[in-house]
């Protein structure tokens, strides 16, 4: 047994490792605190805490009735759910087709998949914008129909990405529970809801979350689809705010604050899964 | 066996056919449109072109001559060359200590991870505060330590790092978890036997560490190569419209700018064929350099 003893290779690693987690970490509470302070208190003075006279609410106050930002939220948290379920059940199914299935086409349609990674959304945009303006669903005046334009493109990006995770994984699965299955006189469909699906669970996940950050996160598409105040998502809203209130630093850093805390909330306790989820894809290559 | 319980072939159909026409409708099809409509004349967005430009190849001309198409060449190429050693370098290194150490490895990971999960656009106004001329919290920094004049951050002379150190350190963490990964893969047994044979700490990471771990670097190149063409969110937030004097142009930027703000839909098509031949010719140095070998 070796005496735990203190080294000076240790504490210098050690040293290296916090300052680069203080970079990650201190931003985000340095912007925390200077939403409390008024605009001019920032400017002076941004690391002292915001205690006794420096204290204020006025940024959130202002934030919450210049800014729609509740508003944002629902759009926000609407078209990632969307996004996020439809992505989980169109790739869950033709996965399980192209795992289980035999037939002429199945390698075609793979490669077609994996081929789609490859798209960047730039060279996608401008043909699908112009799309959805001929059926009349991009660029109306109908929040429904404005959602589902922003939705569908995201629903297409995500899709080559969780149906190559979700093959990985259905490709594992032991084939004898699904016969059992279709011994008890399941059909397919019912084999996909009742075997497979409860299976493959963790990867579900995997899909979910990811697919439901990415779209959250996403400026690029809601510059294109989303661009009236009513509609807009939490990331154009933000974006909006740069170009309109580009000097009011306080109601800036109550607004990034308003959008980082719920998702580092979220990120605490799902780390696991998070970390696991936004990486798979790179790992499986 | 497994093949009779799937030999009708009826549900295939509708298993595939919801995904798939999901993927030709708005990915494909727009994929090839886009090539087509860069050749056409558009007036604005959301209308197709009807007539072929004159000559129908006039936008590419137009690339080549383009002075902000250099620039955004220019400065995509450096924020390649970023992502993949700033990026990939810093977190080898910090995956590397992390190895090292026997507490924390998982606070850590938590930690290094936490910015890539923040969007990059929130991100993009914390780092306008915080790189703020007059004065934001690194100028106050500076003057703490005694400097007399600020930096103008957003000056062309600093604009471009400026706008590429939030982009590296936002996605440090991400190749960090997937070295750390290969790390745990490579077995404790090598570096015992070669520490038995008299192997120094560092002998035994050039040695045994880096051979080992070369396939996962060469996923993380790759991915630090393509993500780097997809930037946009945090410069465009940062550095609207290529401030200062269109110098921070980076191909998606300058491809988003022609589209929206200066209103060449079809010029805009032409770009963004553009970003997908860099993507192509790029992943495919990369592959060059980088062969993935088997061990």
């Known amino acids: ?52 006279e420096l ?82 669903i991009a660029g109306t005046k109908n929040w429904w129909l404005s959602m589902l334009s922003v939705i569908l493109p995201q629903v297409a990006g995500n899709l080559s990405f969780a149906i190559i995770v979700l093959t990985g994984y259905i490709r594992s699965l032991p084939i004898e529970l699904e016969e059992a299955a279709f011994m008890e006189g399941c059909g397919s469909i019912q084999i996909f809801f009742k075997v497979i699906v409860p299976l493959t669970k963790p990867s579900f996940a995997t899909v979910a979350i990811f697919s439901f950050l990415w779209s959250y996160n996403d400026l690029f598409t809601q510059m294109f689809f989303l661009r009236r105040p009513d509609i807009m998502a939490i990331t154009r809203l933000l974006n909006e705010l740069t170009s309109n209130e580009g000097t009011d630093y306080g109601l800036m850093a109550a607004a990034v604050s308003l959008v980082v805390i719920p998702v580092l909330i979220v990120y605490i306790f799902m780390q696991k899964y998070i970390i696991k989820g936004m990486t798979a894809g790179a790992v499986k290559g | 066996m497994g093949a009779n319980i799937y030999k009708n072939k009826k549900p295939l159909f509708l298993f595939l056919l919801p995904a798939f026409i999901f993927m030709i409708v708005f990915l494909y099809f727009p994929f090839f449109k886009n090539i087509v409509d860069s050749c056409m004349k558009i007036k604005q967005l959301g209308t197709s072109g009807e007539v072929w430009n004159e000559p129908w190849y006039s936008n590419y001309t137009k690339l080549l001559t383009d002075e902000n198409v250099r620039t955004s060449l220019k400065n995509t190429l450096i924020m390649t060359i970023v992502t ?60 703490m330590f005694g400097r007399q004049e600020l930096i103008d951050w957003k000056s062309e002379k600093w604009a471009l790092f400026t706008m590429m150190l939030p982009v590296m350190w936002q996605y440090v963490g991400f190749y960090f978890v997937i070295i750390v990964t290969g790390l745990n893969n490579i077995s404790e047994e090598l570096y015992e036997a070669a520490a038995i044979d008299g192997a120094t700490r560092l002998k035994r990471i050039w040695y ?51 589209t929206m703000i200066v209103k060449d839909v079809d010029y805009g098509c032409a770009l963004a064929v553009m970003i997908v031949i860099l993507g192509v010719v790029l992943s495919r140095i990369v592959n060059a350099i980088f062969k993935e070998k088997d061990y």
């Open chain 2, 84 to 143: 993949i050693f700033g990026q990939v370098g810093i977190a080898l290194l910090l995956a590397l200590m992390v190895d090292n150490i026997k507490r924390g490895a998982k606070v850590f990971r938590t930690l290094f991870f936490f910015p890539i999960v923040v969007s990059a656009t929130a991100l993009g106004l914390l780092f306008n505060l915080i790189f703020l001329y007059d004065t934001g919290m690194i100028n106050q920094l500076l003057t």
């Open chain 1, 55 to 136: 204290f204020t609410l006025a940024n959130y106050r202002k934030a919450f009735t210049n800014l729609n930002i509740f508003g944002a939220y629902k759009n926000s948290i609407f078209i990632s759910s969307m996004v996020c379920a439809i992505v989980i059940l169109l790739a869950g199914l033709a996965s399980f087709a192209l795992v289980r299935y035999h037939f002429k086409l199945k390698n075609t349609l793979y490669m077609l998949v994996v081929a789609g990674m490859m798209f960047p959304a730039f060279a996608t945009v401008i043909p699908v914008y112009t799309m959805e303006a001929s059926w009349g």
């Open chain 2, 208 to 258: 045994i560490t880096v051979p080992l771990l070369h396939n996962v670097l060469c996923t993380c190149v790759v991915l630090a190569v393509t993500g780097s063409l997809k930037v946009f969110d945090l410069p465009w937030t940062m550095f609207p419209k290529g401030m200062p004097l269109k110098s921070t142009f980076l191909t998606g930027t300058y491809m988003y700018y022609q």
């Open chain 1, 1 to 52: 047994m070796k005496k735990r003893k203190f080294s000076v290779p240790m504490a210098v690693i050690y040293t290296l490792l916090c300052f680069w987690a203080l970079t990650t970490v201190y931003p985000i509470i340095w912007v925390v605190l200077n939403s409390f302070k008024a605009k001019n208190k920032i400017l002076e003075n941004s690391f002292a805490l915001p205690m006794g």
